[in-house]
């Protein structure tokens, strides 16, 4: 048994890298600057600030351990900051080929923004604005018909301003610059592979690493370690979920046995029909109607019996058992909530399991031998019939986990569901990413736990004679 776990467990090991490299391609294509996200205050950075934060963070890395692409690109444009920088010289490279001139022109332009930058207000301040407006219009364009007219009403402003001591020269010399990148186009090289490889010192492996030492990165939102975030979250929703799932077991197990052997009697037509319609019974709905009519006196006094949403309010000192009972009477409607959904649909997986079980030859054998019925049901019938029961825990293991948005946003439970709706509305994606390896990762625990209790439940289930025998 415990080779064969041990194996699995390896076998896992690559569906979690393959994993990780969906979630960290997924992270480079989110939108926003993750410099300004770390950084910024109120979206702003000073002079010098941007390239300090990215090399602080590590955005000034390549972003993974090689590239394969066309030959016209170099293998140094990750170094270029801000992110804005580096999209349109990227642009420019795939609509050129030519980066020598690209790099020239880029270099012109810098000049030419610091130049703007440092001309007095005391000419004419609004041609200042619009000469710097235009020149960061060009900082960020790349298509050939909109950087030719930036640059015609760049090059018209500098001649007839105030100012045209100051800029006439590198704005002339910017437009020359940019009819080369024009014309010695070099569009052979984007067809060209190229292998870059540029080892471990790379973004994916410092991500990668700081996952495995419980590094999940630092907020956009609040700047506060992810994981010091996650630990609350995965707590709340930890007390929620488990303590649903195992109100649910504890009733839907009995209730599903007792259907399935008194088939088409009036309890189990009763359990039907109830589980049926607990199970149509939108969670969003019923949350909604039990924070409105159990947590207020407003329809009516004598149905106030729960307190208001959240966790309540603590007193610093407080014993363990006040704690205890406040955190407790919070919990109480949100695991309701949680386990008549969970019920319903556990106690029809057991009596459809129990009902396809003891129709089995065995059973029949078994009570032909004289055991007793509850040696038949119990040791013989029930064990077999937990294995869908089983396969349906091992998918909602994760769920356990990424909790429940509907629930905790209602509820104001400060778990991991309603931490992932905040961080998705917020852009906070250190978070919301986080969030989706753990899942991931927790899901393949859940296979795991389940390889395990089938092992338990059935010992036929081991790793030599499963493989050989085809289990």
Known sequence: MGAYLLKRLLLFLPTLV???????????????????????????????????????????????????????????????QPQYRRHMLGNLVALTGNWPEISRYDQQLESLLRRAAAMPDSLNRQQKIDINQTLRELRTTFKPGQVDFRLARLDSMAQFSLYQSYLSQESGALLQQWELVKTQATPILLIRPDWKWYGTDNRYHRWMSGLVTGDFGISFKDKRPVGSKLRPAIFWTLALNLSAFALALLLAIPIGVYSALRKGGRMDRFFTVTLFGLYSLPRFWVATILVIFFTSGTYAAWMDWFPSIGLGEIASDASGWERFWVRTSHLLLPILCQTYGLLAFFARQMRGAMLEVIRQDYIRTARAKGLKEEVVVWRHAFRNALFPII????????????????????FAIPGMGLLTYDAIFAADWPVVFSVLILGALLTMIGIWVSDFLYGIADPRVRLGRGEKNGA
Not at 37 to 52: M, T
Not at 391 to 410: D, K, R, Y
């Open 18 to 80: 393959i994993i990780s490299w969906v979630a960290f391609g997924l992270s480079l294509l989110a939108p926003g600057d993750p410099v300004i996200g770390l950084c910024a205050d109120q979206g702003i950075l000073v002079e010098g600030a941007y390239e300090r934060c990215a090399r602080e963070y590590g955005y000034d890395l390549p972003p993974f351990y090689f590239s394969l692409s066309p030959a016209a690109f170099p293998d140094t444009l990750h170094r270029i």
């Open 391 to 410: 396969t349906v825990l091992a998918s909602l293991f994760p769920a356990s986990i990424a909790g429940s948005v509907v629930l905790e946003v209602i």
